[in-house]
């Protein structure tokens, strides 16, 4: 960005693209502020975080919380995110992990748009030269994250996923620019980071192989040779992990299967509005094309913006959770040649639809502020009147209907968390697939569960299936009697299931609030528990984290 300091007609702009940058900046935090809760996943990887912190040298590579598979092997393959995520909680409370998150994020933004403003493969550094350019530059990472919110709603482990993957896509690309020549071999060490934090390194993979096949039909023996060599090194390092082997098998398995149970996993028509998931497919089609134009201009064999966009948008239009790739690659591959492609593509048009392109390119900056700015003031209200703690991790216990405040996402059964811990209750809990990790952030030793989202890591295909049909119709409550369960947790959201284990004398209701009611073994009088319960933030259903001590290790 030297060329913004140095040359006299780009000074005014240079001068306006870090003020907008600043300014998006500081709208950015507004906006992650007002969706900043709890995902279910958290609470099980600060749990392994516990662990490993409250039993140094002693590596729990076996499951101690749920007592359905009690003992068997654990192949965690986001450990490395708990030892983080827990040591950040442990120091400095949710304001920590809300500050990590926002880091996180913004380093994937700004690697994405310093990308888009350095221009294609193979070309150097080019100074902004209009101030429309600096607001478009400033403005369009941010207004395509809001498009995909899927990174904003809490620290998630795949957020390291993300920044892995911007990074490496800004070495790469840097590197075939012929700029940073020597940092690809940096990239291993990633590649040995990124293994140990989360499962979505085989994209990393994935990148260097695309890279290396562009130079090499590229002819450029030299960085095809270097790559090669990068390759196999980060292929090794992936080695290096405290699984061995077996992490990879794991690994594989996971990513081929369905989950079909999980709604992150789903495709973007069903998950987002359906505006959104249009217009998220029309932006997969746009880059495709954009894709292809660049691949004819450039007169390459190799299509290489296409097919990242190809794999990254079509993988995020599959999975809604994967989608933030597709952004990452968009602005740093899609759009950094923006005016030549759109050059191109109005070549291959008739005079009056090339007219029309001609006029998008002229007002699209001017809609992506206005845009961007009417969601920020929205973003900004519906904190004000909906939220406190902004900058602390909420906890909702109620939906929206029970509570009267918007709580969006998964809600957590605080009421019935308090009664087991103020009535001293010890056991094995039978539990909803999206509770379990809280139940035994909070409950553990005293309480285990039977199933939790660590299900591709730990439990078998007989575990699962067991806890699908519980809870689902006819809800055959033997599916629960089959292991040793001493408690019942059921959503008041299935009332059938409420009502069949009401009417067996195998079960009794002990506890009860609006949200779920808990069953036990032994007779006991019902606790009813009318009051609303608000949501919380996360410093306060902690408790004392030294119970995480493991007395007998498998």
């Given amino acids: 960005m030297k060329e913004l300091q140095t040359n006299p007609k780009t000074t005014a702009a240079g001068k ?35 662990l490993l912190d409250q039993n140094p040298g002693h ?23 708990g030892v983080v995520f827990y040591q950040f909680f442990k120091y400095g409370g949710s304001a920590a992990l809300f500050w990590l998150k926002f880091l996180l994020v913004e380093v994937m933004l700004v690697l994405s748009c310093h990308l888009y403003l350095l221009g294609g493969l193979r070309k150097r550094s080019q100074p902004i030269n209009s101030i429309g350019e600096a607001i478009y530059a400033a403005c369009l990472p941010l207004t395509l994250y809001l498009l995909f919110p899927n990174v904003s709603s809490t620290l998630r482990c795949q957020l390291f996923s993300f920044v892995g993957f911007a990074l490496s896509l800004f070495i790469l690309k840097r590197h075939s620019q012929g700029r940073l020549k020597y940092a690809i071999w940096l990239l291993p060490l990633l590649m040995l980071l990124w293994t140990n934090l989360h499962g979505g390194f085989i994209l990393g993979l994935g990148l260097i192989g695309l890279y290396l096949l562009y130079h090499w039909f590229s002819g450029h023996r030299h960085e095809s040779e270097s790559l090669a060599v990068v390759l196999v090194l980060s292929l090794l390092s992936t080695m290096i992990n405290p699984y061995g082997l077996r992490f990879w098998e794991t690994m594989l398995s996971a990513w081929t299967l369905p989950r079909e ?32 134009a660049k691949w004819r201009r450039m007169k ?75 969601l920020l003031v929205l973003g900004v209200l519906l904190n004000v009147i909906f939220y406190e703690d902004s900058l602390a991790v909420r906890v909702p216990s ?26 001293n209750i010890r056991g094995n809990l039978w539990v909803p697939f999206t509770w379990g990790e809280f139940l035994y952030w909070v409950l553990y030793p005293q309480c285990k569960v039977s199933i939790d989202g660590r299900y591709e890591t730990l439990y078998s295909a007989e575990n699962f299936n067991a806890y699908h049909r519980f809870y689902h119709p006819p809800y055959p409550i033997g599916e629960a009697e089959r292991y040793h369960t001493q408690f019942i947790v059921a959503e008041a959201s299935t009332p059938a299931l409420l009502d069949k284990l009401r009417r067996t004398a195998r079960w009794h209701e002990i506890y009860r609030d609006p949200q779920a009611s808990l069953f036990s073994r032994e007779p006991g009088p019902l606790t009813v528990d009318l009051e609303a319960h608000q949501a919380v933030t996360l410093d306060n259903v902690r408790g004392d984290l030294s119970r995480f001590k493991i007395l007998n290790m498998p």
């Fill in 59 to 81: 590596f729990p590579f076996f499951d101690p919380f749920a007592y359905t598979a009690h003992g068997a092997p654990w192949i965690y393959h986001e450990w490395g995110s």
């Fill in 300 to 374: 390459a064999f190799f299509p290489l913006t296409f097919l990242l966009m190809l794999f990254t948008g079509g993988y995020g239009w599959l999975h809604y959770k994967l989608s933030p790739l597709f952004l990452i690659a968009f602005l740093s591959h899609g759009l950094d040649t923006l005016p030549e492609d759109l050059a191109t593509i109005q070549s291959w048009l008739p005079a009056t639809m090339s007219k029309g392109v001609q006029l998008l390119r002229k007002v699209f900056s001017v809609l992506t502020v206005w845009g961007l700015s009417f």
């Fill in 16 to 50: 306006l693209f870090w003020l907008s940058y600043f300014t998006l900046l500081v709208w950015s935090i507004l906006l992650l502020v007002v969706n900043n809760q709890v995902d279910m996943d958290l609470w099980g990887v600060m749990s392994f975080g516990a």
């Fill in 261 to 292: 149970h999980i709604s992150e996993w789903g495709n973007v028509m069903t998950m987002l509005l359906p505006f959104s998931g249009i217009l998220y497919t029309a932006l997969l089609l746009f880059s495709l094309l954009l894709g292809i």
């Fill in 398 to 423: 109620l939906t929206a209907s029970q509570s009267g405040t918007q709580a969006p996402g998964i809600t957590y059964p605080l009421g019935i968390a308090r009664f087991i811990l103020q009535h």
